[in-house]
Structure formats: structure tokens, C-alpha cells
């Protein structure tokens, strides 16, 4: 391995070392946390009246659901839900309108995949595609 003329230290561009991108998805994160929060606030707040015989809060905050990854047209964006917690045995649970449980893509994504991936098979040429996901700009990719 004397004569490897390979540099380690040399990668590949990721789409994270381009620093719109990477703002980008933070400020889509930190949309989707304040987002999902008002709505959690809302649910709490339909709730607040809800008490068990001793005073305390039926329905209360419990932590987060584990982190997940949607992707998303600026490709994938980490989010984590809150939790609730039905104390009075009811199963009142919080559930998000803009992040169902099952949500892995955005609609965008999931309506465009198979008609790439046939476009692409078929003609070879995804620039017709990647304008329709992409927009205009893409147009000389």
C-alpha cells in the first residue's frame, strides 16, 4: 500500500456542504416544530378542562415520539412529534394534521417518483422530470 496514490482526506460534494441548502432545512425543521407545537398547544388547550377526581390534568405533554426523516423537495428533513398522555384512560391522543404517523414524503414526492422512474426507463432523459420536481432551473441539468 506503499504506492496508493488515493487521498483520504478528499470526498465527494454532498448536498450538505452547500450552505442554502443546509439553512434551508433547518428553517423547514424549525417551521415544521413551531407548526406541530401550535398544534399541540391547541389539542392541550381543547383539553385543559378535562380533570381527574384528584384536580390534576387529564390530558398532559409525555416527551417525543422517536426522530424520523421526511423527504421532502429539499430533500430530507428530520422532525420529532410530541407525545400526550390520556391519564384518565379515555385514549385522547395527539395526532398532527401536518405530519400523519405514517408521512415518510411529501405528497410532491411521492406523485412524482413513479413517473420518473418510468420517464427515466423508457427515454433515458430525466430533465423533463427533474423541471418538474426541480422547477425551471433544472432545466440544464
Do not use: C
Not at 20 to 32: H, I, K, V
Not at 86 to 96: E, L, M, N, Q, Y
Amino acid at each position: 500500500m506503499e504506492n496508493d496514490t488515493h487521498d483520504s482526506t478528499t470526498r465527494p460534494a454532498t448536498e450538505t456542504d452547500d450552505p442554502l441548502t443546509t439553512l434551508l432545512r433547518r428553517g423547514a425543521r424549525d417551521l415544521l416544530r413551531q407548526a406541530v407545537e401550535t398544534e399541540l398547544q391547541a389539542f392541550l388547550d381543547d383539553h385543559a378542562e378535562d380533570r381527574l377526581p384528584d384536580g390534576r390534568r387529564a390530558v398532559v405533554r409525555n416527551g417525543h415520539q422517536p426522530e424520523r426523516t421526511i423527504q421532502t423537495g429539499i430533500g430530507d428533513v428530520p422532525v420529532r412529534l410530541p407525545k400526550t398522555r390520556d391519564r384518565s384512560g379515555a385514549g385522547r391522543r395527539f395526532h398532527s394534521g401536518l405530519l400523519p404517523p405514517y408521512l415518510r414524503r411529501t405528497r410532491s414526492i411521492e406523485e412524482l417518483l413513479p413517473w420518473l422512474y418510468l420517464k427515466g426507463i423508457s427515454t433515458g432523459d430525466f430533465s423533463e422530470a427533474l423541471t418538474a420536481l426541480l422547477g425551471e432551473g433544472a432545466a440544464g441539468l
